[in-house]
């Protein structure tokens, strides 16, 4: 693994230091999130939900208002059509809130798996949407692309309003509004929402827009108390965690903790998030990590497995009993979904394998045995293994290929799949994470197509290797717990916003032992020692060894009754500069 070292400078650090009143090191560390001044770092160490941007600097926003006011107003039946991941679900769940607070006649349906569409398909359009009569359709996490269920629902005389944050296409949808930060000549200064971000700025533009026409008339929108299901869809959704998104996070992580939502409680109560009674066992700390680990993937399982709508319904239950059942059906999804997504991992790993040993630079995979549910998972275990693109698909009985494509981060899968294009039926999604569909027969020309298109973006046409980023090398005798806290203001931690990474040289380490699939042991410099954890390594027990250069991220810790430091080991190597084994 190459440790990619931050470059400094010492006078900005110190000049950033003295004017937020903090250690140097945590002012190195804003400083390489790509944060300047003091106002925006003053902003990043105190993040306000209180304090976003204008929501009308978003385009269209005025004419969704409107339009939403006017449904309201006239009685108008209002559809919110949410995709099934957990981006969608808290969009769609932000939007039913928001609306029902103004007395909107507003029902949601969810995307299903098995439709073969992504997003706005024809086949739900006809099915969950135009029997029922909707003047207005509000999409959540999707639309940007759907161009012709657009198309048919403007035929038979309903507006559609798109919330979505997928890169357009060269064409735009022809609707009524459409709500995109990704949009071109956009305003709105902060283009790295989630889908729930944008369906949070819309009900706060809706909520400002009726209080300035008649404040007596209208009540105002719960927005605070929102802030719990917009964490869950930023996080879950792997945006940057900067700007907005840090302030949603921040805000909701403080509502989370406290499991004021019926909904959420119940998550955290089925995914044993509360303490145990029983043994006397307090409650874990609730992170960005926890969402992303522990509750995510709960949300997640109904989409994969079964019906995502029931989603929706517990994160926007009044009460606990029926958010307590639908949490308990969601566990027992997850553990049909850990099953099948073993099942195909296994098959489809061994296929990896062989094909990385045969010299494809590019994996794709498709079989008709595998689970359409789990594919984006196994398609992200895969390039964490291998590093490299990958494309995992399950085939159908009509013989399309459908399924999801991921990348290590070295290469944007939006412009490989743009290339391919003539060869898809449908396409979207992430530079990093996109969703694709072709015909089967079409496989092998998608491949070659494909390892084309990566290479042209790649300057020596190799991919780069694991590397770690190193904030600061730093003296373990000069690490203090007062430090290692004050770090953690740095937090919420996650995709933009990683956890600091310190370097410490020649370091003597003692006592190494293997605990499960970690390494346990002592680091010690000078006349202090820490105890450190180095998970995911034991097999390389035989170089933990001497004196070795650790990447590490510190943590605050407790050594028998007295508060200390605890290294959580993100590499190591041979202090004489020799190679890493990793």
Not at 4 to 22: C, F, I, M, N
Not at 366 to 388: D, K
Request: aromatic fraction near 4%.
């Amino acid at each position: 693994m190459q440790w990619k070292h931050h470059s400094t400078q010492p006078d900005e650090v110190a000049a950033a230091s003295r004017a937020l009143g903090v250690s140097e090191l945590t002012a190195q560390c804003i400083l390489n999130r790509g944060v300047s001044g003091i106002e925006a770092m003053t902003a990043f160490l105190r993040p306000d939900i209180g304090r976003l941007h204008d929501p009308f600097l978003l385009k269209n926003m005025d004419a969704a208002v409107r339009r939403i006011r006017r449904s309201i107003v006239r009685g108008e039946r209002i559809h919110v059509h949410g995709d099934y991941d957990v981006d969608g679900i808290t969009s769609t769940s932000v939007l039913v809130i928001g609306l029902r607070t103004l007395g909107a006649d507003v029902h949601y349906h969810i995307v299903q798996r098995g439709d073969g569409a992504i997003g706005l398909g024809l086949t739900s359009l006809m099915r969950d949407h135009i029997p029922k009569r909707p003047k207005l359709i509000i999409t959540a996490d999707c639309g940007t692309s759907n161009h012709e269920a657009i198309d048919e629902a403007n035929r038979h005389g309903i507006d559609v309003i798109v919330v979505d944050h997928h890169v357009p296409g060269a064409t735009l949808p022809k609707c009524a509004a459409l709500l995109n930060p990704q949009l071109p000549r956009s305003a709105f200064p902060f283009h790295q929402l989630a889908a729930v971000g944008g369906a949070y700025n819309l009900v706060v533009a809706l909520d400002a827009f009726v209080a300035r026409e008649d404040a007596a008339r209208w009540p105002r929108m719960p927005l605070r108390e929102m802030a719990d299901i917009l964490a869950l869809g930023t996080v879950a959704d792997l945006v940057p965690l900067v700007d907005e998104n840090r302030s949603f996070v921040a805000e909701g992580l403080k509502l989370i903790r406290g499991a004021r939502r019926p909904g959420i409680c119940a998550l955290m109560s089925c995914a044993n998030l509360l303490g145990d009674e029983s043994t006397g066992e307090g409650p874990e700390p609730i992170t960005a990590r926890t969402i992303g680990y522990r509750i995510a993937p709960l949300l997640n399982a109904a989409g994969r497995m079964d019906d995502a709508s029931k989603c929706v319904e517990l994160l926007i239950a009044d009460n606990f009993k029926a958010a307590d059942q639908i949490a308990r059906e969601l566990v027992q999804w997850n553990q049909k979904r850990q099953v099948t997504e073993r099942e195909v991992l296994d098959e489809a790993m061994a296929e990896a394998a062989r094909r990385v040993t045969a010299g494809d630079a590019t994996i794709i995979l498709a079989s008709a045995n595998w689970h359409p549910g789990v594919l984006g998972i196994v398609a992200s275990r895969i390039v964490e293994r291998f590093q490299r693109p990958v494309a995992v698909l399950s085939i159908d009985v009509n013989g399309l290929a459908k399924g999801s494509v991921r990348s290590p981060g070295s290469v944007d899968m939006l412009r490989v799949l743009a290339k391919c294009r003539d060869l898809l039926e449908t396409h979207g999604g992430h530079k990093l994470a996109a969703g694709v569909a072709l015909k089967a027969v079409r496989l092998d020309e998608f491949r070659e197509r494909v390892q084309v298109a990566i290479q042209e973006q790649l300057e020596d046409g190799k991919l780069p290797g694991r590397s770690i980023e190193i904030d600061a090398t730093v003296d373990l005798n000069e690490l203090t717990r007062e430090m290692v806290v004050e770090l953690e203001a740095l937090a919420p931690f996650g995709a933009g916003n990683a956890e600091p990474v310190f370097e410490a040289r020649r370091v003597q380490v003692m006592q190494p032992r293997v605990v499960g699939n970690a390494i346990r042991f002592k680091v010690r410099i000078g006349g202090r020692s820490f105890d450190a954890i180095a998970i995911g390594s034991a097999a390389r027990i035989d170089e933990v060894k001497g004196n070795l250069s650790i990447a590490f991220t510190p943590r605050a810790a407790r050594r028998g009754d007295e508060p200390g430091v605890e290294l959580l080991i993100r590499d190591f190597r041979n202090a004489d500069g020799q190679a890493d084994a990793s």
